[in-house]
């Protein structure tokens, strides 16, 4: 157990100036992954569950400034909810210098079943918004033929252009599938392999199963996709580098 960080947020009167928090004297980055029944965990759940178990571990989290400090704690590019994932980063700042290997251990076991983290480092200093460039995905269309779903996947690479549309915060918009796809490969049976750049928009993996779905007899959006995303990070030399190594 490390010492504890106390409670997670506090609230300043109105009647006093703004607190001003000492900086943090060390920033982690942690690799997590949802397992399991935990992929159908939204992104808010996730961090109110990282919140509790960042108390429960003692991990010493340095606070904002302000009237209401709250826990230093950055998340880069959360995956969708239902969408289970091996490879989630965020970073923390710490109010006291820590083993990372010993936030781990603690980490891990404060957190619930399917929330597990993978690995903790301490931060290079580079922005992880910046360094997490790319995803990699394994799609399971679960009831595809495979024949058709790799003539499906040959007719997507073939095109110049493959135009889905999705509701987002401003209204409805349509973009291109097809730019932001670096890798799409048949692994046999009913799965493919996705790598996908971040971008704006970002394309997300049920963009390219829509715009899949057309050239798959029978296939309608309804039926049951497992996603997967096995790796993100910088793109180097045709490859996912590994994010945590700077």
């Known amino acids: 157990m490390l010492a504890r960080s106390g409670r997670y947020r506090v609230r300043v009167p109105a009647n006093q100036p703004p607190v001003q928090q000492p900086p943090p004297v060390q920033r982690l980055r942690v690799r997590y992954a949802k397992r399991g029944r935990a992929r159908f965990t939204s992104h808010r759940d996730f961090s109110r569950a990282f919140e509790r178990a960042l108390v429960r571990a003692g991990v010493p989290m340095a606070y904002s400034s302000g009237f209401n ?11 969708p909810t239902g969408a289970a994932t091996e490879a989630e980063y965020l970073e923390i700042a710490l109010a006291a210098m820590c083993d990372p290997a010993a936030v781990k251990e603690a980490l891990d076991a404060a957190l619930p079943p399917g929330l ?3 690995s903790v480092v301490e931060s290079t200093g580079a922005s992880l918004t910046d360094i997490l460039q790319v995803s990699r995905w394994e799609v399971d ?3 595809a033929a495979p024949e058709v779903l790799a003539a499906a996947v040959e007719d997507f690479l073939a095109s110049d252009a493959v135009e ?3 509701m987002t915060k401003s209204g409805m918009r349509r ?8 890798v799409l490969r ?4 009913s ?13 997300r993996p049920d963009d390219v199963i ?3 779905s057309p050239h798959i007899d029978g296939f309608s959006g309804t039926q049951r996709v497992l996603v997967t995303r096995l790796a993100q990070g910088p793109w180097r030399d045709g490859q996912i580098a590994d994010p945590l190594r700077g």
Do not use: C, M, Q
């Open 141 to 143: 269309f679960v009831t």
């Open 186 to 189: 048949h692994l046999g049976g």
């Open 69 to 79: 400090p709250h826990l230093r704690i950055s998340y880069a590019n959360a995956s």
């Open 164 to 166: 889905v549309s999705r």
């Open 116 to 118: 597990d983290v993978v």
């Open 175 to 182: 973009f291109d599938t097809r730019a932001a796809v670096l």
């Open 210 to 212: 829509t715009a899949l």
């Open 191 to 203: 799965r493919i392999e996705l790598v996908s750049v971040h971008g704006t928009p970002l394309v």
